[in-house]
Each structure stands twice: as structure tokens, then as C-alpha cells.
């Protein structure tokens, strides 16, 4: 099978959910909402698709996650305004939570090797005493 010398690769879904895949119409579709709600969600700023060359949005798994919880807020009676201060404020929430997970495991392994370096000066200390 030949491969044109003109046309890229075709990019494969990220495993992570994160690459856009969907056109606006699949992504409505998935999310509940019609396509016109995708794009002024857009233009407010409340997700941002990945775009073609061409220019044409595409929405990931991540994307769709989001137009629900958007839907969701949206039936809370929350107006756009406050939707995008919640969506913020759950994002700054997520990388606070991942921080202090990395955090959490850096400890433990600096806890780790502490002993670990406490352990090797109490060997050392006692090689080093003189024997009477």
C-alpha cells in the first residue's frame, strides 16, 4: 500500500481521552446539546476544541465530559457567567489535588530514603569506633 507523499499521517485518539476526534455534530450528539450551545460555549470560553488545518473543531472524550457538566450546571440554574467560575474553580480544585498527590509521594520517598541514610551513618559510626 502506497502512502501520498502529500497527505499527513493520520493522528491516532490519545489513550488519555484528550485528543479531539469528534466533529461538532458527533460531539452535540454525545453530549446532549445541540451544536449551536457547542459553539457559544466556545465563544464564552467554557471549552476550547482542537482545530484542523482546515479550521474545523474537534472535540475529544475530555471535551465531552465537560459539555455534560456544563449541562449540568446549566440545569442547576446556574447562568454562563458562573458556569465558567465553576469550571474554573473545579480545575484549580483537580491540579491542587494532583499536586498534593505528587507531593504526598515525593514525601514518602524522601521519608525512605532518610532512614535508608540514617541506617548507613549508624553502620558507618560504628566501623568507625576504635575497638579497645
Known amino acids: 500500500m ?11 485518539a490519545a489513550s488519555d481521552g484528550t485528543t479531539g476526534v469528534y466533529g461538532i455534530t458527533v460531539a452535540a450528539e454525545l453530549a446532549g446539546l445541540s451544536v449551536q450551545a457547542l459553539r457559544l460555549y466556545e465563544r464564552k470560553g467554557l471549552l476550547h476544541p482542537d482545530r484542523t488545518t482546515g479550521g474545523t473543531r474537534r472535540y475529544s472524550d475530555t471535551d465531552i465530559v465537560r459539555l455534560r457538566r456544563v449541562a449540568q450546571l446549566i440545569d442547576d440554574g446556574i447562568n454562563l457567567t458562573g458556569i465558567a467560575r ?47
Open 2 to 12: 502506497a502512502i501520498d507523499p502529500g497527505r499527513s499521517a493520520p493522528v491516532s
Open 86 to 132: 465553576v469550571l474554573g474553580l473545579e480545575d484549580d480544585n483537580a491540579a491542587v489535588r494532583n499536586h498534593n498527590h505528587n507531593l504526598r509521594s515525593d514525601n514518602r520517598s524522601l521519608r525512605a530514603h532518610n532512614t535508608q541514610l540514617t541506617a548507613d551513618n549508624a553502620a558507618l559510626r560504628a566501623a568507625a569506633k576504635p575497638v579497645p
